[in-house]
T-cell receptor, first 112, second 109 residues
């Protein structure tokens, strides 16, 4: 198993600003992922964070809006850029293998 | 395209009752199915994971079953307690993890 921590746990941001969310894993993992859970909706995969290369984005998500870094096997960041109220969601990081993932506690974001 | 549906969307039951949450999926070619618990404003806690070759898993008062051929899973909670109140998410894994929208469970004291 793996223990995942995220920072910040929550934030309130102004429209037009950007927020970077950090995800730390307590052991080296092959894969890391970022999810979004909009109010009342199921979790949706944003992208797979690849170590040392560009992230792989799912349909509907682009690098300009959600730049992702993964400098090593235990750490990743997700930036939510030029935020609007529609970006208000819980953002979750997960790690592990594609078919078995461990989830972080999430970051609750409110954009005013 | 894999779709996961959970019924009911919300459920309220008196404390002590046994209950069943349902999950269905459209494509039976999955690696596994997981049930998660999500408390308000929190991340996910994995409850049970059933591999595609398995039919059920048990942990304490929880029992999850998997019928791949019919594309269904159930989460059975025995002797429910107020602390069981949460949203329960079902997720299937093929080349990615696909989540249902969850069932909001409220146990009435």
């Amino acid at each position: 198993s793996a223990v995942i921590s995220q920072k910040p746990s929550r934030d309130i941001c102004q429209r037009g600003t950007s927020l970077t969310i950090q995800c730390q894993v307590d052991s080296q993992v092959t894969m890391m992922f970022w999810y979004r859970q909009q109010p009342g909706q199921s979790l949706t995969l944003i992208a797979t964070a690849n170590q040392g290369s560009e992230a792989t984005y799912e349909s509907g998500f682009v690098i300009d809006k959600f730049p992702i870094s993964r400098p090593n096997l235990t750490f990743s960041t997700l930036t939510v850029s030029n935020m609007s109220p529609e970006d208000s969601s819980i953002y979750l990081c997960s790690a592990g293998r594609q078919e078995t993932q461990y989830f972080g506690p999430g970051t609750r974001l409110l954009v005013l | 395209k894999q779709e996961v549906t959970q019924i009911p969307a919300a459920l309220s039951v008196p404390e002590g009752e046994n209950l069943v949450l349902n999950c269905s999926f459209t494509d039976s070619a999955i690696y596994n199915l997981q049930w998660f618990r999500q408390d308000p404003g929190k991340g996910l806690t994995s409850l049970l994971l059933i591999q595609s070759s398995q039919r059920e898993q048990t942990s304490g008062r929880l029992n999850a079953s998997l019928d791949k051929s019919s594309g269904r899973s159930t989460l059975y909670i025995a002797a429910s307690q107020p602390g069981d109140s949460a949203t329960y998410l079902c997720a299937v894994s093929d080349d990615k993890i696909i989540f249902g929208k969850g069932t909001r469970l409220h146990i009435l004291p």
